[in-house]
C-alpha cells in the first residue's frame, strides 16, 4: 500500500512568486495536515482538513492557502513568496477527525526562496 | 502555556543506557498521544502510539501516559547510536468542533547516543 507522497520533492522559487505543493493521502485516509519546518526548528502548523472542509489552520498569513479535492488529495499554496518562506513542508494524513488514529507522513517538499 | 512541551534538548545518553524523553501537554481531554522520531533532513516517522493510561511497550520503548498529570513520556532501553534524532511528541486536541480533533506536535528533543 503506498504511503503519503508529496510533489515536488524539491522547488526553488524567486520572491515574489507563488509556489504550490501537492500531497496524496494514504488510501482510505480523509484527514490531511500540513506543517512547516524551518532548518533545525520545530513542526509548525498550517493547515488541516479533512472531508474537503478546512478544520483549523495555524497562526500564518493568508497568503498561505489551501484546498482539498474530493479524492482528499490536498493542495498548499503559498503566494507572494518571501525568503522567510523557506523550509520543509511536510504533509500527513491520517483517518479522520473524530478517531484516535495516528497520522503518518510524506517525505516533504524542500522549499527554497532566492 | 504551550500546547505540547518538551525539552528541547541536546540529551545526551552513553550507548546501551536508558534515554527518557518527556512531554507536557495542556488539553485535559486530548485521547492520543503518539511518538515520532525524525532524522535530520527526513520526515518524522510514528513509532509509538498510547491511549490508555499506563505503560505501553514494543521491542525497546515503552510509552507511558498519565493523564492525571498530563504527562507522557517515552523510554528507550539499550540504546544505539542509530537511536539518534529528534524525537516529537503530537497530541491529538479538541477544536471545539463536536468530535473534532487537531494533532499539535511539540518541538521535538534531540537525542543523541555516545558510543
Known amino acids: 500500500e503506498a504511503g503519503v507522497t508529496q510533489s515536488p520533492t524539491h522547488l526553488i522559487k524567486t520572491r515574489g512568486q507563488q509556489a504550490t505543493l501537492r500531497c496524496s493521502p494514504i488510501s482510505g485516509h480523509t484527514s490531511v495536515y500540513w506543517y512547516q519546518q524551518a532548518l533545525g526548528l520545530g513542526l509548525q502548523f498550517l493547515l488541516w482538513?479533512?472531508?474537503?472542509?478546512?478544520?483549523n489552520r495555524g497562526n500564518f498569513p493568508p497568503r498561505f492557502s489551501g484546498r482539498q479535492f474530493p479524492n482528499y488529495s490536498s493542495e498548499l499554496n503559498v503566494n507572494a513568496l518571501e525568503l522567510e518562506d523557506s523550509a520543509l513542508y511536510l504533509c500527513?494524513?491520517?483517518?479522520?477527525?473524530?478517531?484516535?488514529?495516528?497520522?503518518?507522513f510524506g517525505q516533504g517538499t524542500r522549499l527554497t526562496v532566492v | 502555556q504551550k500546547e505540547v512541551e518538551q525539552n528541547s534538548g541536546p540529551l545526551s545518553v552513553p550507548e546501551g543506557a536508558i534515554a527518557s524523553l518527556n512531554c507536557t501537554y495542556s488539553?485535559?481531554?486530548?485521547?492520543?498521544f503518539f511518538w515520532y522520531r525524525q532524522y535530520s533532513g527526513k520526515s518524522p516517522e510514528l513509532i509509538m502510539f498510547?491511549?490508555?493510561?499506563g505503560d505501553k511497550e514494543d521491542g525497546r520503548f515503552t510509552a507511558q501516559l498519565n493523564k492525571a498529570s498530563q504527562y507522557v513520556s517515552l523510554l528507550i532501553r539499550d540504546s544505539q547510536p542509530s537511536d539518534s534524532a529528534t524525537y516529537l511528541c503530537a497530541v491529538n486536541m479538541n477544536v471545539g468542533i463536536q468530535g473534532a480533533q487537531k494533532l499539535v506536535f511539540g518541538q521535538g528533543t534531540r537525542l543523541t547516543i555516545n558510543p
Open positions: 488539553d485535559r481531554g486530548s485521547q492520543s
Open positions: 482538513y479533512d472531508e474537503g472542509e478546512e478544520r
Open positions: 498510547i491511549y490508555s493510561n
Open positions: 500527513a494524513s491520517s483517518l479522520g477527525q473524530e478517531t484516535n488514529t495516528e497520522a503518518f
